[in-house]
C-alpha cells in the first residue's frame, strides 16, 4: 500500500525528499535534545517549489514541519510522527538593501549573523540578537519572535518585521505588512503558515560602545541595583545577569583576567553616540562607585569580543554540565526578580536539583537551567515538579512561561496556568482557520501535546 508521503513524492518527482535514516534522525531534533520522527526531509531552494510541496501535502493530507536551523529551547521544529520536514537551509539570499528606507529584504533561510556581516560595512545593523545568532535562522526567529541580550533597549523581532511573504497550508503566496493576517505569525512558532522571505527595518549602527561586568555577592543587591539604575534613567542596550553558578561554569569554558568565581554579575552594554554614551557611563560609574560595586570594563574592542564572547558562552557551557539540559525562560514584572532568582534557588535546594540562572534582566526575562539526566526518572519526577512549582508562581506573579523560546511540545502541557479554557479555545479556532487539514507543524503550542524520545 502507498503511504501518503510516498504518494506525495510521486506527485512532486523533481523534487527530492530524503528519506534515509542518516537525514530522518539527523532533521528530527532541535535544541532540546528531544527526538520526533518523520519519513522525509526535504530542501526546496525557491518559492515555487516550496508552493508545491504544501499544495500536494494539504490535498494528502500529509503533515509538515518547517524547520530552520534547529535551535529552538521549545522543541517547535521536532516533527511528530508521519510526515515531511521541509528544512529552509537552501532558502539563503539577502535580495535586497534599501538605505533610503532601512530595511533589507531576506530569505528566511538567512542566519542571523550572516545578515549582521552583510550589514556591518554598509553601517547598518539589525537589532535582535538571540544568543543563537551564529546558527539560527531569521526564519527561525520571526516565527519564535526571538529576544536576546539587545531587546531591553531595541526589542525583539516583531518590532523590526515591515512585510512578510508567506505561505498559507494549501501553499497560496502572500505579501501582506503586519496589519493584516499576517500580524499572527511572528511568534507562531509556524503553527499557521510557512515565512519564506521578510522585509526587516535596520539601523545604523551605534558610533560607540562601553561594554561592563559589575558584580557583587548578593543576587539580591544585584537586581535591586538594577532597578534602580533603571529609576534613574539609566538606558543600555543590553543588561544580563549571570548568577554566581552559571558564571563559574563558563569561567571553566572561557575564563578572564579579574573574574571572581563566588559572585553574581551584570553584564552591561550601553551604545549610541559618543556624547549619550559617555554621559550614560558616567551616570553608571558613580552609581558603582557609591554601591561598591566591582567592575570590570573593556577598553577596546579586543576586550568587548572576549566580554561577548563570555556572555555567548553560557548555553554550551551549561550544556557540558549535564546529560539533560532543561531550559525555561520565564518573563517576569522586573520589581519581582530579586524575589524570583531566590524563590527559584530556594525550590531547586528543596527538590536538591542543580541549577544555574541567568537571563535578560533589563528585559524582565530568566533563563532558569535545571542540569539533570533523562535516565534517572526520579530526577526527572523533581525537574517537573520544580517546572510546575516556578510556572505556578510566575503566573501569580504576573509573568509568562515564556520571554522568547516559544512553546513548542514543552510547555503546551501548562498553557492552561495561563489562558482560560475561552482563550484556549479562541486559539484552537484561529489555528482552525488558518489551518483547516491541521497538517502545518501539529501538535506543537495550545495543540496537544506531541510524542517525542529523549
Ligand atoms: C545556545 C542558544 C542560545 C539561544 N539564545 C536565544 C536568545 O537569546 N533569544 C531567543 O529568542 N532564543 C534563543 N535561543 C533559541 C533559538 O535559537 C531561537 O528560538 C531561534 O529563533 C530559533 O531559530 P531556528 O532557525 O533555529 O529555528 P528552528 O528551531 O528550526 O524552528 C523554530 C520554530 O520556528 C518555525 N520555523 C522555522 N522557520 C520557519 C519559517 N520559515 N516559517 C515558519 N515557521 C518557521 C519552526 O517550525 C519551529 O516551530 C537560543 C538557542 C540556543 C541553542
Not at 525583539?156 to 512585510?163: G, H, K, L, S
Request: proline share 4%; aromatic share 8%; net charge negative.
Amino acid at each position: 500500500m502507498t503511504t501518503k508521503v510516498e504518494a506525495l513524492t510521486l506527485r512532486l518527482r523533481d523534487i527530492t525528499f530524503f528519506t534515509q535514516a542518516f537525514y530522518r534522525i539527523s532533521y528530527g531534533y532541535d535544541a532540546t535534545g528531544r527526538r520526533g520522527e518523520c519519513n522525509a526531509v526535504v530542501f526546496p531552494a525557491h518559492i515555487d517549489d516550496l508552493s508545491r510541496i504544501l499544495h500536494e501535502a494539504s490535498r494528502l493530507e500529509v503533515p509538515v514541519y518547517v524547520r530552520g536551523a534547529g535551535t529552538g529551547f521549545s522543541g517547535g521544529a521536532v516533527p511528530g510522527g508521519e510526515g515531511v520536514v521541509i528544512s529552509t537551509e537552501k532558502l539563503r539570499r539577502i535580495i535586497h538593501l534599501d538605505r533610503d528606507n532601512y530595511e533589507v529584504e531576506v530569505e528566511c533561510g538567512v542566519v542571523n549573523q550572516e545578515l549582521q556581516d552583510y550589514l556591518e560595512p554598509h553601517g547598518y545593523f539589525y537589532p535582535p540578537d538571540p544568543a543563537s545568532m551564529k546558527v539560527s535562522t531569521l526564519g527561525g526567529n520571526i516565527a519564535e519572535n526571538a529576544g536576546g541580550p539587545r531587546a531591553y533597549k531595541y526589542g525583539v523581532t516583531r518590532r523590526y518585521v515591515r512585510t512578510l511573504v508567506w505561505l498559507s497550508t494549501r501553499g497560496e503566496v502572500t505579501k501582506s505588512s503586519l496589519e493584516g493576517p499576517a500580524a499572527l505569525l511572528p511568534g507562531a512558532e509556524g503553527t499557521l503558515g510557512v515565512i519564506y522571505s521578510a522585509s526587516l527595518g535596520i539601523l545604523p549602527s551605534p558610533e560607540a560602545y562601553r561594554t561592563l561586568l559589575l558584580s557583587t555577592q548578593s543576587d539580591k543587591r544585584l537586581m535591586d541595583a538594577a532597578a534602580e539604575l533603571i529609576r534613574r534613567g539609566f538606558c543600555p542596550s543590553v543588561m544580563e545577569y549571570i548568577d554566581s553558578k552559571t558564571m563559574h561554569c563558563v569561567s571553566d569554558y572561557r575564563d578572564i583576567k579579574g573574574l571572581d568565581r563566588s559572585r553574581s554579575y551584570l553584564f552591561v552594554e550601553i551604545d549610541g553616540n559618543r556624547e549619550v554614551v559617555e554621559s550614560q557611563h558616567r551616570l553608571l560609574d558613580d552609581f558603582c562607585r557609591r554601591k561598591d560595586f566591582s567592575r570590570i570594563a573593556a577598553h577596546d574592542e579586543g576586550e568587548r569580543g572576549i566580554l561577548w564572547d563570555l556572555r555567548r558562552a553560557i548555553s554550551p557551557s551549561l550544556a557540558r554540565r549535564g546529560i539533560t539540559k532543561v531550559n525555561e525562560d520565564v518573563a517576569l514584572p522586573l520589581g519581582r526578580l530579586g524575589e524570583a532568582v531566590s524563590f527559584i534557588q530556594a525550590a531547586a535546594g528543596d527538590l536538591d536539583l542543580d541549577c544555574y540562572v541567568f537571563g535578560h534582566c533589563g528585559d524582565g526575562n530568566l533563563h532558569v537551567n535545571i542540569m539533570t539526566d533523562r535516565r534517572n526518572r526520579r530526577e526527572i519526577e523533581r525537574t517537573e515538579l520544580f517546572v510546575e512549582r516556578l510556572f505556578t508562581r510566575v503566573v501569580e506573579w504576573g509573568g509568562t512561561l515564556s520571554g522568547e523560546h516559544g512553546i513548542g511540545i514543552t510547555k503546551n502541557r501548562y498553557l492552561e496556568l495561563l489562558f482560560s479554557p475561552p482563550e484556549m479555545q479562541l486559539q484552537r479556532d484561529v489555528k482552525g482557520v488558518f489551518d483547516p487539514e491541521g497538517v502545518l507543524n501539529p501538535g506543537k503550542y495550545f495543540e496537544r501535546k506531541q510524542e517525542t524520545r529523549g
